[in-house]
T-cell receptor, first 111, second 113 residues
Framework: EDKVVQSPLSLVVHEGDTVTLNCSYEVTNFRSLLWYKQEKKAPTFLFMLTSSGIEKKSGRLSSILDKKELFSILNITATQTGDSAVYLCAAPGGSNYKLTFGKGTLLTVNP | NAGVTQTPKFQVLKTGQSMTLQCAQDMNHNSMYWYRQDPGMGLRLIYYSASEGTTDKGEVPNGYNVSRLNKREFSLRLESAAPSQTSVYFC????????????FGQGTRLTVV
């Protein structure tokens, strides 16, 4: 059965801190790993990673994939209160149709 | 461009009542999904549909049925609602031609009393 495991499950930091969120996966026929941010509504897409070692970057957020060790990290530098959210990772498995999510990391950034 | 549209946004049911959650997408996606989200549990897959005419069970299918009516629409039915089905439900769709992300509807907050 496909598995996506995120850690930590929750994290509290102060504004300006740098955080690293982890996502490990075990899926059949791995093709890609997806990161989403969820505030009080539907998840919004952040990154898709398909190749090992190639960093994807968007402003203060960056992410990288390690296909050998089966994990990905999401880094957020100089955190702001607006970064407070649940961060979800997901991987399509099997024949590329089934999309499995992890439990998410609840990030709280305090002023 | 509407993307993924879910209805209703909120619903309160009594135990034993039935209802159908509707989902439609206008992005010509093949794959569609129903998830439920409970506190601390992330998104758990209820059912998914790889293409029109096919549906498969996800992680938590018990108590639910689905219909992929056509390429655009994927509905989720609760035949006899139970308090354990109180949750936020999300529909999503995704293209499968290559590596693509999933797009989500705005969610349905369902309370079963």
């Amino acid at each position: 059965e496909d598995k996506v495991v995120q850690s930590p499950l929750s994290l509290v930091v102060h504004e300006g801190d740098t955080v690293t969120l982890n996502c490990s996966y075990e899926v059949t026929n791995f093709r890609s790993l997806l990161w989403y941010k969820q505030e009080k509504k539907a998840p919004t897409f952040l990154f898709m990673l398909t190749s090992s070692g190639i960093e994807k970057k968007s402003g203060r957020l960056s992410s990288i994939l390690d296909k050998k060790e089966l994990f990905s990290i999401l880094n957020i530098t100089a955190t702001q209160t607006g970064d407070s959210a649940v961060y979800l990772c997901a991987a399509p498995g099997g024949s590329n149709y089934k999309l499995t999510f992890g439990k998410g990391t609840l990030l709280t950034v305090n002023p | 461009n509407a993307g993924v549209t879910q209805t209703p946004k909120f619903q309160v049911l009594k135990t034993g009542q039935s209802m159908t959650l509707q989902c439609a997408q206008d992005m010509n996606h093949n794959s569609m999904y129903w998830y439920r989200q409970d506190p601390g549990m992330g998104l758990r897959l209820i059912y998914y549909s790889a293409s029109e005419g096919t549906t498969d069970k996800g992680e938590v299918p018990n108590g639910y049925n689905v219909s992929r009516l056509n390429k655009r629409e994927f509905s989720l039915r609760l035949e006899s609602a139970a308090p354990s089905q109180t949750s936020v439900y999300f529909c999503a769709s995704r293209g499968t031609d290559s590596n693509t992300e999933a797009f989500f509807g705005q969610g349905t907050r369902l309370t079963v009393v």
